[in-house]
């Protein structure tokens, strides 16, 4: 069964922290990975890592993928209150399948 | 910029009774999904439509649910008698054939079944 897995399921950090979430995946046919911010409603779109070793930035996020060890990492440097959301990741596979989403990690960032 | 938007944003429904939610996707995708998310859990996929037939449905899509494109802009799902655990967030989401592999979700529908 394709599964996707995110780690840790819950952080609290304070402003101006730095933090790494964790995102690995059992899948066949893997194409690439996807990354969602999801605050009160719909999953927006951040990234897509189809290549391993290249890291892609979007101003303090940015993340990478390891297709050896089958996992990503979604980092965000100097948080912000506004970075509070759940963090989703999605395996994206080949064909026109649907995304295989984790249950997500909830960051809240503290004043 | 061009985004996937969904009707109503909150629908409340009894038991048993049916349920339309809408989608209007991205106007030049071809592929369309529903996924939904319930309260605490993780987002599931439901059914994928493309070239106006079902390409691919999970376990839920059972056939209390339907899909439909009725003209060239509205995407719907149907649920024909409700159930409580269809209590959830459904969300619809588009894809163009020239980016494949990114998903536009839209606003999400909040269904609540008493």
């Known amino acids: 069964e394709d599964k996707v897995v995110q780690s840790p399921l819950s952080l609290v950090v304070h402003e101006g922290d730095t933090v790494t979430l964790n995102c690995s995946y059992e899948?066949?046919?893997?194409?690439?990975l996807l990354w969602y911010k999801q605050e009160k409603k719909a999953p927006t779109f951040l990234f897509m890592l189809?290549?391993?070793?290249i890291e892609k930035k979007s101003g303090r996020l940015s993340s990478i993928l390891d297709k050896k060890e089958l996992f990503s990492i979604l980092n965000i440097t100097a948080t912000q209150t506004g970075d509070s959301a759940v963090y989703l990741c999605?395996?994206?596979?080949?064909?026109?399948?649907?995304?295989?989403f984790g249950k997500g990690t909830r960051l809240s960032v503290i004043a | 910029e061009p985004e996937v938007t969904q009707t109503p944003s909150h629908q409340v429904t009894q038991m048993g009774q049916e349920v339309i939610l809408r989608c209007v996707p991205i106007?030049?995708?071809?592929?369309f999904y529903w996924y939904r998310q319930i309260l605490g859990q993780k987002v599931e996929f439901l059914v994928s439509f493309y070239n106006n037939e079902i390409s691919e449905k999970s376990e839920i899509f059972d056939d209390q649910f339907s899909v439909e494109r009725p003209d060239g802009s509205n995407f719907t799902l149907k649920i024909r008698s409700t159930k409580l655990e269809d209590s959830a967030m459904y969300f619809c989401?588009?894809?163009?054939?020239?980016?494949?592999?990114?998903?536009?979700f839209g606003p999400g529908t909040r269904l609540t079944v008493t």
């Open positions: 899948v066949t046919n893997f194409r690439s």
């Open positions: 106007s030049n995708h071809l592929y």
């Open positions: 989401a588009s894809k163009s054939v020239r980016l494949p592999y990114e998903q536009y």
């Open positions: 999605a395996a994206s596979l080949f064909g026109n399948t649907p995304l295989v």
């Open positions: 189809t290549s391993s070793g």
